[in-house]
């Protein structure tokens, strides 16, 4: 997790696990992640692909300059991905260039070269301006012939590939099932950390409400003394709940401070996000990205990322956090922990379902020391996504598949517990630190 700071902006965040192998998840940003759709996005759309390239005999085209796109630039640059998505139109320009029998080039290219070898972690990336502003025109009607070699053989161009094969670009990250690999210290670390964290959790608690309730409900559980330091709202569902919807519970109520709130949006609605956090009184300090790894998968924002429209296949969420109070990283030790985690969340073929990634689980646990965690679902989701219940937790959701929550009782158990997850000398010793303000030069 990265740095919340003391004035509310964009703390960045090292990755302290950063991957190794083929390529690196790095850290991340509050970008939307996508990868370039364009024609021949599918197996099935190279037959038009390469029917269109035909017919383009040496015209420049439209997209000249910068109309190259890269939706997955680089998984540890934000400033590359954003300028992937300001290429968006540049994109579809490219997508239509021309007419007739000389003119305009055919689909988008992934740099001056399809095949060139550039690497994932290059800021350059993202967008190109070379003579051969399209790979497929420049082949001719020789486009389809080498379909299978260069599936295969496609270097560091990941975008290119995605056009031609339809594999998203973060399957071929290497160690997503255990990117810890090769860090014996961050291993010990997160054992420690998993073992200190299950010692001062409170029971599994859920609490099975409707989302018209769920405003009266959280105002009754103010009045009997209930607080929570640790929010997470919403989840990876299709039906997203609306601004009006989100503004309507009452998180400035239920949370002292300091506490943290963490909302889960899909990329369009990054900016509601942002201001539903300001209406609860929590400023935005930073962005935690759920990539998927397939289309297929039960996260995969199908609803987003398959319009006719879109140059970007949008393959990410986001879960915005923000702050209430003052919390800073190298003085508050005893309320957040940094640099345990990274801010990206890849997901793995072995993850179990829920309406999360139950990573962020993990992550808010290894962060936060304030022991008092809610999390609302405030919407309805589906059979493919259960609401699960988890230990140190209260989970409320008309879905959750566990009702047992009695204020009473979980106000008992905080009193044996605590409020706070007591500092662990070993675990701060192994924990990469953040310098005081005062030695940064």
């Not at 994109?91 to 550039?118: F, I």
């Not at 990329?267 to 935005?284: D, I, M, N, Q, V």
Request: charged share 20%; net charge positive.
């Amino acid at each position: 997790m990265g740095n919340p700071g003391s004035s509310g902006g964009k703390g960045g965040v090292n990755s302290g696990s950063s991957t190794r192998g083929q390529t690196s998840s790095g850290s991340s940003g509050s970008s939307d992640y996508g990868v370039v759709r364009s024609m021949g996005s599918k197996p099935g759309d190279r037959q038009k692909l390469a029917s269109r390239a035909g017919n383009a005999s040496g015209g420049t085209g439209s997209g000249s300059s910068g109309s190259s796109t890269s939706g997955f630039s680089s998984l540890s640059s934000r400033g590359s991905t954003r300028s992937s998505l300001n290429n968006d139109n540049a994109s579809g320009n490219a997508h239509k260039g021309g007419s007739g029998n000389n003119g305009g080039s055919a689909g988008a290219s992934s740099g001056a070269n399809g095949r060139g070898k550039r690497s994932i972690n290059n800021n350059s990336s993202s967008s190109s301006s070379g003579s051969n502003t399209s790979q497929y025109s420049s082949q001719g009607s020789n486009s389809s012939s080498h379909s299978q070699e260069d599936i295969s053989n496609f270097g560091n161009d990941y975008n290119d590939h995605f056009i031609r094969s339809g594999v998203l670009p973060q399957t071929h990250i290497t160690n997503i099932i255990d990117p810890l690999i090769g860090y014996p210290k961050l291993q010990k670390l997160h054992s420690l950390k998993q073992v200190h964290n299950k010692r001062y959790s409170t029971k599994l608690f859920g609490s099975r409400v409707s989302p018209k309730e769920m405003p009266s409900r959280i105002d009754s559980w103010v009045n009997q003394g209930m607080n929570f330091d640790v929010v997470m709202i919403n989840g990876c569902v299709d039906n997203v709940p609306s601004y009006e919807t989100l503004i309507s519970l009452p998180i400035q109520r239920i949370t002292p401070r300091p506490s943290i709130v963490f909302l889960w949006v899909p990329s369009p609605a990054l900016e509601k996000g942002r201001l539903a956090l300001e209406h609860w009184g929590f400023r935005r300090s930073e962005d935690i990205v759920y990539l998927v790894n397939d289309s297929d998968s039960i996260h995969f924002p199908k609803w987003l990322a398959l319009s006719p429209h879109d140059s970007l296949v949008k393959t990410s969420w986001h879960c915005l956090m923000g702050l209430k109070g003052t919390l800073r990283r190298s003085e508050d030790s005893d309320l957040i922990n940094c640099n345990v985690d990274t801010d990206v969340i890849i997901e793995s073929p072995f993850d179990r379902h829920n309406v999360v990634p139950e990573k962020i689980y993990t992550i808010v646990e290894n962060f936060s020391l304030m022991s008092r965690r809610l999390h609302i679902v405030p919407t309805y989701s589906t059979l493919d996504k259960p609401v699960r219940v988890r230990q140190g937790w209260v989970v409320m959701s008309p879905d959750v598949m566990l009702d047992n929550f009695e204020p009473d009782l979980y106000l008992t158990q905080n009193k044996t517990t605590g409020y706070r997850v007591p500092v662990d000398d070993t675990i701060d010793e192994l924990r990469p630190k953040t310098p005081p303000r005062s030695s940064r030069k």
